[in-house]
């Protein structure tokens, strides 16, 4: 049995922006991720309180990797425009 288990989402936004001034931005895209806790986080009975919650194990390498492929594509359509 997992130690963690998923409370929830939470969005994220990510933004592209260019220039130094003015600054534009050109795209932004959000995304749920998933929310987890250990299951060992407890509640008083006291109505309310609070767990922490983390992400997924690899979110850092997943957003750097989707990162890259943005990336690549955005400059690939560049290199065919060049054609």
């Keep these: 049995m997992s130690d963690r288990v998923k409370v929830g989402t939470s969005k994220v936004t990510f933004r592209v922006r260019a220039f ?3 600054q534009i931005e050109l795209a932004s895209v959000e995304v749920d991720v998933p929310m987890y806790t250990k299951t060992d ?7 309310q309180g609070y767990v922490t919650a983390d992400v997924p194990d690899g979110f850092n390498e997943k ?5 890259q492929v ?5 400059q690939a359509s ?4 060049g054609e």
């Design 63 to 67: 957003v750097k990797d989707a990162l």
């Design 41 to 47: 986080n407890k509640l008083d009975n006291m109505q």
């Design 70 to 74: 943005f990336a690549d594509t955005l």
């Design 20 to 22: 130094d001034y003015p």
């Design 78 to 81: 560049f290199n065919e425009e």
